[in-house]
């Protein structure tokens, strides 16, 4: 097996976990304030269809990106709504925001199936003539150190700043969040457009970049994979990179292990990525108190305080 | 002017039948703008909508067919979320039901006999429990989030149903296409009514619904499962056995997921196939909680998912409209259901000028619509 | 719970209600147009096999006009919820319902029965009934010429196929194109990466790039989706369309695809029903009926493979080449077909085994 090889499948492992990893950050912000969103599939469909049509009609990736992320905000601001003024339930909210945005986005694409954009090549010129590392590293489309460069950001906001502690008051419990005069409702609202913008971008990231076509339901289940990769990370940042990329690996594996011609029922083999995330779960937290630390003990309820 | 939401202290009996009806009006006429918008006549469309699934017997059984897994799934994922027990898995329950079933029924194809049909369910019914001890067994053990073991397990269900259907299970006479064999006579569903496809499998989302009353508010263990649900601390000092409980509520979940899925192979497709169920076990997440968590209420949530399904498929043969709009359509209405339950707990007050927050209202006691409540 | 007297009086409605159907359809007029329904398994915008389905829908209205009218159906789970959608379009008035996916076989065959005066088309099934006709394009032909193609472009000898399911239909591709490539590029081995879904672009093109990885240079696919032909573009080597010409998806990388044609055959069963000649048969249409076709060649395909490929296309159309021709070899080097012997369509239609030339085991 040589090095050109590793690289590779690093690299895939890498553009199979960015998407997920971009969407579980925004889901992680959000459920750190308290809130449980379901609805990633639809914001996701929805980022990925403005993203296309905008990127069609313009010609620039960076204005379609922005029209993804304005999109999963929007929707994400509809379950913001829904959820914090009128006590909807959650869970059964972001289903049905699912529902809307798988055919909302499926009637606003209809016209662009068929039509694709021109490939743009993001390669950063140096760096990514090194060998290996080069390959590994930075023979990236520019979301992916986007990507990183969020989960840093976002793990240095809950561990360094005050207003991440505000958001984990916020979701540990509202009650007494507001009895200090904090805002829950600002707070939720910014935590939740943050997670649908960035199910927006990433949505954006499939439609743009990764496979740059418009098709109904193109995400393809990646929503419920991200939302079980915060639960994975038992809310923490640094878990949810390992998971993504662990999600990606095991998947590439999926497809290497087959071109090496292991003659297992692809199906079969297909159950790896899903059964590897529920093991190494199973092996990391068996310490249940570390768990209880991280995980916002308002998850999913409702906040009725006064606004 | 600023309008403001007050609670009400206790819930209101009226508003929890009347908001359902405000949402449908609600719906109907943002519906019936959402088709003028497209062109269609707004009336017909509705009809054809929302009319025309229940407008002959044969629709009916239909529309019945179509809601019986979704209920039975959405009974026992009630359960679960009363006790706060987040079961995403009903979908693989259900594959696992269709699965195990289906190798019951293929094992006993040439058996003849009145005793065929209720082993076969009863294999079905094993599956899904034994789908849903994996997450039970992991959450009580090894502290596993159901919430991902469940999600990841519906995966898992699905790609050994594919194995088992495009490999081992397959009809041998088939061309090696992926179905098995045709179920005999005895392996199906006996037909409660002629000319449709109403099957004795809907009888049993009936039975599941009384039994999940009866044991939500009859039976000590429901008494347990919603003070579980409510704290779990205090279930604790109330020397609850939490474990038995979880085992309990995924159990009988995985149980009634897995009737559910072998009641669709016995039934209205009379073989094992590829695509057992289109997302029941989803649905049935989002049935149960606009059913209130009640099992009334959930079977007339049930019946309206399957209303909306069938519907869409109305307006596409009818209308030419694409089933993306009925996507649309749909969204809208749970949407709305949902905001309208805000008024159960709720009454709008609308004050002439905006007020200052008051701090002391912070003390008002949370309505009991919120699932936490319960 | 049902007493007999309730049951009788909901036969009763039951029976009254559909004859009454029936009496309304049998006073409709003769210049009606003739309504034409459709089943599709996946939604029209999938870019793929329903896509595919949907163009052919429009080219019948184009060349038929006021003569028909079509309605579709999208996205229907070939399970229970089948039965029912082909039912109501029964219901509606549709005399001729085409149903465009494997699994609804037996729901069409059901329904059948109970509308024996409306004809309906199952694409890719084997069970026939009087009113219940089936279809399906010769897609190996496509197959083995597009095999060509890959054979006298790749430079490494391999060739990629990302595969959804191992059923017969795929292998059947799978072993053409292999046939094909190995005719005219006696090195060239196929290499096989099954993606466990029909429809996963990122997957597709994750499968597509893992062989390219390893050394292959022309990708092709029997997936719904464009991803493999965009993960060649982006590497810089060739690949193979499928379903529809996709060359829009990877302008440098598309050398063609196999196309299905479905339009002539839909129009020509819809004019069979309108002139009462329909009658249930198996059509298993060909480059000789022009159910299928290539997509035009990139311009980097050279003069000299055309030629090849162009005649090789002309002589399976008139018959006299035929790529399930023995002898064929599977995997172990047994011979399968003997020399000189073509395979029987029933053959072809169960395959489950792979020939020389493909990499791998099929898995069990």
């Known amino acids: 097996m040589d090095i050109d090889f590793i690289a590779n499948i690093l690299f895939a492992t890498i553009r199979m976990g960015t998407p997920l990893l971009i969407v579980a950050i925004g889901e992680l912000v959000c459920e750190k304030s308290g809130v449980l969103n379901l609805g990633q599939e639809g914001m996701m469909l929805m980022g990925a269809v403005t993203g296309f049509m905008i990127a069609f009609h313009t010609d620039s990736l960076f204005i379609g990106f922005m029209g993804s992320v304005v999109a999963g905000a929007l929707m994400a601001l509809l379950f913001a709504v829904v959820t914090m003024h009128f006590y909807a339930n959650q869970v059964a909210t972001g289903l049905a925001l699912t529902i809307l945005g798988v055919g909302l986005s499926g009637f606003m694409g209809r016209s662009y199936v068929g039509e694709a954009l021109t490939n743009i090549d993001f390669q950063i010129p140096l760096l990514s003539s090194i060998p290996f590392f080069g390959k590994v590293l930075f023979s990236h489309d520019v979301l992916v150190y986007i990507s990183i460069g969020l989960a840093g950001a976002v793990y240095w906001f809950f561990k360094s700043t005050r207003a991440g502690l505000v958001v984990k008051a916020v979701g540990e419990s509202p009650e007494s969040a507001q009895s200090l005069g904090l805002s829950v409702l600002k707070v939720r609202y910014l935590a939740i457009v943050f997670g649908g913008a960035m199910a927006g971008l990433a949505g954006g990231y499939l439609s743009l970049i990764d496979t740059p076509l418009w098709a109904e339901n193109m995400t393809a289940g990646r929503g419920w994979i991200a939302l079980a990769l915060v639960v994975f990370a038992s809310w923490r940042v640094e878990r949810v990179v390992f998971g993504a990329y662990l999600f990606g690996f095991m998947s590439i594996m999926h497809l290497v292990l087959q071109s090496f011609g292991l003659s297992v029922s692809s199906n079969l083999l297909a159950t790896l990525p899903y059964v590897a995330t529920v093991v190494v779960l199973v092996l990391l937290s068996r310490n249940q108190q570390r768990i209880k630390l991280f995980a916002p003990m308002s998850l999913g309820k409702s906040f009725h305080g006064a606004h | ?374 | 719970m049902f007493a007999i007297r309730k049951y009788c009086l909901f036969k009763v409605l039951i029976v009254g209600l559909l004859s009454l159907g029936f009496s309304t359809i049998a006073l409709a007029k003769n210049h009606d147009p003739l309504k034409v329904a459709f089943v599709y398994v996946g939604p029209t915008g999938d870019a793929g096999w329903t896509y595919a389905h949907d163009e052919a829908r429009k080219y019948m209205v184009e060349q038929l006009g006021e003569k028909v009218k079509t309605t579709y159906v999208e996205n229907v789970a070939e399970g229970a919820d089948a039965e029912r959608v082909i039912t109501e379009l029964a219901r509606a008035g549709n005399k001729l319902i085409f149903t465009t996916s494997f699994g609804y076989m037996n729901p069409t065959l059901k329904v059948a029965k109970k509308f024996p005066d409306v004809k309906f088309e199952h694409a890719s099934g084997y069970k026939r009934s009087k009113n219940v006709g089936t279809y399906f394009d010769r897609v190996y032909q496509g197959r083995y010429l597009t095999g060509m193609v890959a054979g006298l472009m790749t430079k490494s000898n391999l060739l990629g196929y990302v595969g959804s399911f191992p059923i017969p239909e795929v292998i059947r591709g799978i072993n053409a194109f292999t046939l094909g490539a190995r005719a005219v590029n006696p090195k060239a081995e196929v290499k096989v990466v099954w993606v466990s879904s029909w429809y996963d672009p990122g997957k597709e093109s994750e499968a597509a790039n893992t062989m390219i990885n390893m050394g292959v240079d022309v990708v092709t696919q029997h997936t719904d989706s464009p991803g493999p032909i965009n993960a060649a573009e982006k590497k810089g080597v060739y690949a193979v369309g499928y379903h529809s010409d996709m060359a829009v998806y990877g302008p440098k990388a598309h050398l063609t695809a196999t196309e299905h044609n479905w339009g002539p055959l839909y129009t020509a069963k819809a004019q069979a029903v309108l002139d009462g000649t329909w009658k249930s048969e198996d059509v298993w249409g060909g480059l000789s009926d022009n159910a299928l076709d290539l997509a035009p060649y990139n311009k980097a395909v050279p003069k000299h493979v055309r030629a090849i490929v162009d005649q090789s296309k002309s002589l399976i159309a008139e018959g006299k080449l035929h790529p399930f021709v023995g002898p064929i070899k599977d995997q172990s080097g047994e011979i399968k077909v003997p020399k000189g012997q073509r395979m029987s369509d029933s053959e072809m239609l169960g395959m489950k085994w792979y020939v020389e030339g493909v990499q791998g085991k099929l898995p069990k």
């Not at chain 2, 939401?5 to 719906?27: D, F, N, V, W």
């Not at chain 2, 347990?224 to 009988?252: M, N, P, T, Y």
């Open chain 2, 1 to 374: 002017m600023r309008i403001k939401l007050e609670a009400r202290g206790q819930q209101s009996k009226l508003m929890s039948y009347a908001s359902p009806i405000l949402a449908a009006l609600l719906t109907l006429i943002c519906g019936a703008f959402l088709f003028w918008m497209l062109g269609k006549s707004p009336m017909q469309a509705l009809h054809t909508f929302l009319i025309m699934p229940i407008s002959d017997p044969y629709r009916i059984a239909e529309l019945l067919v179509k809601a019986g897994p979704i209920v039975l799934c959405a009974m026992g994922l009630s359960i679960c979320f009363r006790a706060n027990i987040w079961n995403i898995g009903a979908e693989g329950q259900l594959l696992m039901g269709g699965l195990v079933g289906s190798c019951a029924a293929l094992a006993l194809l040439d058996s003849q006999g009145i005793w065929v049909l209720p082993l076969i369910l009863v294999a079905g019914i094993l599956g899904g429990m034994a789908w849903a001890a994996i997450p039970a067994f992991l959450k009580n053990y090894f502290n596993t989030n159901e919430i991902l073991s469940t999600i990841m397990l519906n995966y898992i269900s699905l790609n050994i149903l594919l194995h088992g259907v495009h490999g081992p299970l397959k009809d041998p006479n088939g061309f090696n296409f992926p179905e098995s064999a045709l179920f005999s006579d005895w392996q199906t569903m006996p037909i409660l009514l002629e000319g449709t496809r109403l099957h004795l499998g809907v009888s049993f989302a009936l039975l599941a619904m009384v039994g999940v009353w009866v044991l939500m508010s009859k039976t000590f263990i429901g008494f347990q499962i919603k003070v579980l649900g409510g704290d779990e601390r205090s279930a604790h000092f109330a020397g609850f056995k939490h474990k038995r409980l979880v085992w309990f509520c995924l159990l009988l979940c995985g149980g009634l997921a897995g009737l559910a899925g072998v009641g669709e192979v016995t039934g209205p497709i009379g073989q094992l196939v590829p695509n057992i169920s289109p997302g029941y076990g989803y649905a049935a997440i989002i049935v149960a909680f606009l059913g209130r968590l009640h099992p009334l209420g959930i079977l007339f949530a049930g019946l309206l998912m399957a209303l909306l399904y069938m519907g869409g498929e109305m307006v596409q043969i009818h209308l030419d409209l694409p089933l993306a709009v009925t996507g649309v359509f749909q969204g809208m209405l749970l949407l709305f259901l949902l905001i309208c339950d805000v008024l159960i707990g709720y009454r709008i007050i609308v004050h002439k000028s905006a007020p200052k927050i008051v701090k002391q209202s912070l003390s008002i006691e949370p309505p009991a619509v919120a699932i936490e409540g319960k």
